[in-house]
């Protein structure tokens, strides 16, 4: 939920950390009551449709209380622990870690608790077997339990499509743009095509168009060996100057990440198009409503994804070793990812789950989402799911995607230049600030 699941490093850092530190009220580890009843935190982000599995945990199990945080972006989650680890305090009995800085917490592994201890191992075949493998440090400790994964498709609006001359339909749509065969070219030919009769953007902006793109890559921002791969990586450049051509020739919408104009971009046709993986459906639909739309507005989802199958982002859940209650930590942890809970989970939150019963009863049940024109998401999730492999992700993953080439692409995207070259040379310049100097 990465993905996303979501700012310049030293003072971007700072100052979301004094966010996410006043969002979470410095959560802590619960403590006991006096009748042995016990408070668990758990701290979450973006949209996780938790609310009402937490309910059902209390009922369950009357001595236990849950104090729930939920942190509003990725990015600022990640800065709220990487800051509390740091201080040996403050981070909750159960703590969500998104795929993209996964990699970061794996330096300080030691600072959680093996789930094996409390019976990981024996519901292992639960989940597919790379996201199982994902949660495992290199001494072979579980530290993270998966919760989703990301698997691809495209959201559209059909309304727009049709008035662009386009067909609408998920089958038509998904046709339009290759099918199995689905290219990035193919997908900025349409977004042309669209634009010149429309006289309006294609996508909503370039990041996370090239974060997919990115993670379509055998190998991304860094080596399946940890070694970063960016500066002289032919094929990630002429990925990006692919985008780069179609964003300074008009197809980007130029819109602020994760906020779309309060959700206003989704209502007012500022964009057709954008990459969806499963979890980003639940922002789509609370941005949608907040701006005032409703299933009425138009919005689908097609399973074509440009360029194949594609995983973007995905989550875990953690138990710190500072938990004061980490056996009851653990416990809720295991069950709020087990298949049964995970299916609930995707109802409330969109996402696709990493169990593999809870993916087989989204495709048996094959349930219409009345917010994108009755699409059946999960089923279509299913299939987008077929073939992806988690990319690796290294320690710095996440600030390269957002603090390096983040404002090298705005650059394109407001327009300020429209040189691929320079917009790469300014990524290259953080890269080197950020990570190569750090």
């Known amino acids: 939920m990465n993905l996303s699941r979501r700012t310049k490093l030293a003072s971007g850092i700072a100052g979301a950390a004094a966010f996410a530190l006043l969002a979470t009220g410095c959560a802590s580890s619960g403590g006991d009551s006096a009748d042995g009843n016990i408070e668990l935190t758990v701290t979450t982000f973006g949209t996780f449709g938790y609310d009402d599995l937490y309910k059902e945990y209390e009922k369950a199990n009357p001595n236990i209380t849950i104090k729930a945080t939920n942190i509003d972006t990725g990015g600022n989650a990640r800065t709220d622990m990487v800051t509390k680890l ?3 305090s403050g981070l909750s009995d159960v703590v969500a870690i998104e795929e993209g800085w996964l990699g970061a917490i794996m330096k300080s592994s030691d600072k959680f608790v093996d789930l094996t201890e409390y019976g990981a191992a024996d519901v292992k075949d639960n989940w597919v ?7 495992t440090d290199p001494e072979g400790r579980v530290i993270g339990l998966g919760t989703d994964i990301g698997p691809q498709g495209l959201c559209y609006n059909g309304k727009l499509f049709e008035a662009a001359g386009l067909p609408s339909d998920r089958e038509s749509v998904a046709e339009l743009l290759g099918g199995d065969d689905a290219t990035w070219e193919k997908y900025f030919e349409i977004g042309q095509q669209y634009k010149a009769a429309t006289g309006k953007a294609w996508y909503d902006q370039s990041g996370f168009v090239w974060n997919s793109m990115v993670n379509q890559m055998e190998e991304g921002y860094y080596t399946k060996d940890g070694e ?10 002429a990925n990006f100057d692919q985008l780069a051509k179609a964003t300074v020739s008009g197809l980007s919408a130029n819109q602020e990440p994760w906020v779309w104009g309060k959700g206003k971009g989704f209502v007012d046709g500022s964009f057709a198009t954008m990459v969806c993986p499963g979890w980003m459906l639940g922002n789509v639909k609370g941005s949608l409503e907040s701006g005032g739309g409703d299933a009425s507005t138009g919005w689908d989802f097609a399973d074509v994804f440009p360029g194949g199958a594609s995983n973007w982002g995905g989550a ?21 990812t087990a298949p049964e809970q995970q299916v609930k989970q995707s109802a409330a939150a969109g996402n696709f789950p990493s169990t593999i019963k809870a993916q087989e009863k989204l495709v048996e049940e094959a349930t219409p989402n009345e917010l994108f024109n009755d699409a059946p ?5 299913a299939s987008r799911a077929e073939g992806v492999i988690a990319q690796f992700k290294g320690p710095d993953d996440s600030i390269i995607q957002e603090n390096v080439f983040g404002p090298a692409l705005k650059l394109l995207d407001t327009g300020k ?22």
């Open 86 to 88: 740091a201080a040996g």
């Open 316 to 336: 875990f859940l953690s138990v710190p070793t500072t938990s004061e209650h980490p056996e009851e930590a653990a416990a809720l942890a295991k069950w709020l």
């Open 129 to 135: 077997p790379w996201k199982y493998e994902q949660g």
């Open 417 to 438: 230049t429209k040189s691929a070259d320079e917009a790469w040379d300014k990524a290259m310049s953080l890269l080197n600030d950020l990570v190569v100097n750090n």
């Open 228 to 237: 970063l791969n960016v500066e002289g990586n032919a094929d990630m450049r």
């Open 377 to 381: 998401t999960g089923a279509i999730l």
